[in-house]
């Protein structure tokens, strides 16, 4: 009865650590757009990632309102997305170099942007 339990707690820290092993080259961000004293914005501002990661953007408009849609865009990674209100959108990419990247709306330049920042590992 030991034994069995030893091996399932066993098999069980196997699954766990490659899991986390798998994620650690993934990063899930979620990226909300609000009004902000008359500003539209999207929160929080910056972003931090390491190089060589697969970035995935869960995008939320939360803008009450008009227009209905908003931007989100980093140019450097080929990223660029309409986020509806009350409609997710996702954007995924890797992230293949550091530095510091803007994160802006591509329909309306003068909202608000963010950064995103790519550290060297």
Same mark, same amino acid.
């Given at each position: 009865?030991?034994?069995a #339990?030893?091996?399932i707690?066993a098999?069980?820290?196997a699954?766990v #650590?490659t899991?986390?092993a798998?994620?650690? /080259?993934?990063?899930e961000?979620?990226a909300?757009?609000i009004?902000y004293?008359?500003?539209?914005?999207?929160?929080?501002?910056t972003?931090v990632?390491?190089?060589g990661e =697969?970035?995935?953007?869960k995008?939320f /408009?939360?803008?009450?309102?008009?227009?209905n849609v908003h931007?989100f865009?980093?140019?450097?990674?080929?990223v660029k $997305?309409?986020?509806y209100?009350?409609k997710?959108?996702t954007?995924?990419?890797?992230?293949? =170099?550091?530095?510091?990247f803007r994160?802006w709306?591509h329909?309306?330049p $003068?909202?608000?942007?963010?950064?995103l920042l790519?550290l060297?590992k």
């Amino acid at each position: 009865m030991k034994t069995a #339990m030893w091996f399932i707690l066993a098999s069980i820290l196997a699954l766990v #650590m490659t899991g986390w092993a798998l994620a650690q /080259n993934e990063r899930e961000l979620h990226a909300v757009n609000i009004n902000y004293e008359g500003n539209n914005v999207w929160t929080p501002g910056t972003y931090v990632v390491y190089k060589g990661e =697969k970035v995935r953007f869960k995008l939320f /408009n939360r803008v009450k309102a008009d227009p209905n849609v908003h931007g989100f865009a980093i140019d450097e990674f080929k990223v660029k $997305a309409d986020v509806y209100r009350d409609k997710p959108e996702t954007v995924e990419f890797v992230a293949e =170099k550091a530095g510091v990247f803007r994160i802006w709306c591509h329909l309306h330049p $003068a909202h608000l942007g963010g950064q995103l920042l790519v550290l060297e590992k």
